[in-house]
């Protein structure tokens, strides 16, 4: 783990990178409605990497020009789920493609406590590897 | 670094070139096309260069450090119908865009419908993805008094409002809000709310048109669709403006326009009926006389269309 000091969970777009800045967030969704991508806000608190469906904040941005509207709405977002991680995502509709073209985390909880390995006895002396997160010990909702 | 104004007393290493700024912006190419293409509105035209000289100078003093808070830029364009509201709207958006005061420069044109719910909870959702659509350029709202109905307390049309407002305050710089509708329903409407009026800093008359106005606007018209008067035919139009600027229903430049759809149809039916059947160029373009005179407005008095003209006097621009 050299490269990912504190634990901090790795998904997605530029999050081996120091947090974005709010500019360098609004440059990254200039991008994405250049190309005509809608924008999503989702929030978790399950760090899980195979846990890809996030709750939507709100409905998916079609038609927007400029991204101070998103921006405003990631605001939000963060007021309501400060402690959760939230992303955005821009999916690009275009027929034979549909699926998301951007993916990254704008906003991850104060503290990230990381990952176990988990060892199964399995039949004869195999054993199986999982991993669990320290934060899912705890109910949904309460867990940051 | 920050200077003390006072530390910048006129020396010539601190002189801009304000004529330069000001053909680097392109500026003067959108006034001049407003000037070709509005005819007459003499103070929408005024308030509009000193909107661009207040945002020009304000960019030259940004270069020297003298910063000052982005101006308050929400507009109310009143006038009566056929005024040209809406057609300066959208040139209004392409200047502030010149300027480099909206960042986009698109014109989102809205009217109650698409601002307003139809049940509890409906309505901020709704208004909010207009603005965050508008963002960037200029929200215009047509017939902004409908937003708020004084005889129905429940009306959702006041929530829309609030959020408009926090928005116009809070996002001055992502979006200009621009409301337009007929003089008196508008007074009306920011008497009932004044937030409203307090947060928009220019309210602009549209003024009517004279006759003379009126007829060069309609020589525009038919230039654009490749028309033209015969010398009688200006003759008898100008008969049909000042006759017609009487009669109740008068929408401007908008009854202009129907008006010469109609001789459009007559000229048609004119060329259609005649016995000549080898046409030249120019009697396809050319309108005669005979086909304003066979107007109602100068067989009975009255506008022509049964219906048309009521309708053309109450849709706003």
Redesign the interface.
């Known amino acids: 783990m050299m490269t990912n000091l504190g634990n901090r969970i790795t998904q997605g777009q530029f999050s081996f990178l120091p947090p974005l800045t709010d500019e360098q967030i609004s440059a990254q969704i200039k991008y994405a409605l250049k190309n005509g991508w809608a924008i999503g806000i989702e929030y978790t608190d399950d760090p899980h990497p195979r846990n890809t469906y996030w709750e939507m904040f709100?409905?998916p941005?079609f038609?927007?020009?400029?991204p101070?509207?998103?921006l405003?709405?990631i605001n939000d977002c963060r007021k309501t789920y400060s402690n959760y991680y939230i992303r955005v995502s821009a999916f690009n509709a275009t027929r034979g493609v549909e699926s998301p073209a951007m993916s990254f985390i704008v906003n991850r909880p104060k503290k990230e406590p990381g990952f176990a390995v988990v060892r199964q006895e399995a039949e004869g002396r195999s054993i199986r590897y999982t991993i669990h997160s320290y934060a899912t010990d705890k109910p949904e909702s309460e867990r940051y | 670094m920050k200077k003390d104004p006072k530390d910048l007393a006129p020396s010539d290493s601190n002189s801009v070139d304000l004529d330069a700024e000001f053909h680097a912006s392109n500026i003067k190419e959108v006034l001049d096309t407003l000037d070709r293409e509005l005819i007459g509105l003499k103070p929408v035209k005024t308030r509009i260069r000193e909107t661009a000289a207040l945002l020009l100078v304000d960019r030259v003093r940004k270069k020297m450090d003298l910063t000052a808070g982005a101006p308050s830029l929400h507009m109310c364009f009143s006038g009566n119908p056929g005024t040209g509201k809406t057609t300066v709207a959208l040139r209004m958006s392409e200047i502030l865009h010149r300027l480099g005061y909206v960042?986009?420069g698109?014109l989102v044109s809205v009217t109650r419908d698409d601002l307003v719910g139809q049940y509890i909870g409906h309505t901020a959702?709704k208004t909010k993805?207009v603005?965050?659509?508008a963002?960037?350029?200029v929200l215009f709202i047509d017939e902004a008094y409908y937003l708020y109905k004084p005889e129905n307390e429940r009306d959702y049309g006041a929530e829309s409002i609030e959020i408009l407002l926090q928005t116009m305050e809070n996002?001055r710089?992502?979006?200009v809000v621009i409301l337009a509708g007929y003089k008196d329903r508008m007074d009306m409407f920011f008497h009932s709310n004044p937030g409203m009026r307090s947060r928009i800093a220019h309210h602009i008359d549209f003024p009517d048109y004279s006759a003379d106005e009126l007829f060069e606007i309609a020589n525009l018209m038919l230039k654009e669709q490749n028309y033209c008067f015969s010398s009688t035919g200006e003759a008898a139009f100008g008969e049909y403006i000042r006759l017609r600027m009487k009669m109740a229903h008068f929408a401007n430049a908008r009854s202009i326009r129907n008006a010469l759809d109609r001789t459009r149809l007559r000229q048609a039916n004119r060329l259609f009926a005649g016995a000549k059947k080898a046409l030249s160029k120019a009697d396809l373009m050319t309108i005669e006389a005979e086909d304003i005179l066979a107007s109602r407005v100068f067989l009975e008095g009255k506008s022509d269309g049964p219906s048309g003209t009521d309708e053309e006097a109450k849709k706003s621009t």
């Open positions: 709100g409905n941005m038609d927007l020009k400029d101070a509207g998103i405003s709405e | 960042r986009e698109h959702p993805e603005i965050k659509k963002m960037g350029g996002n710089d992502d979006l």
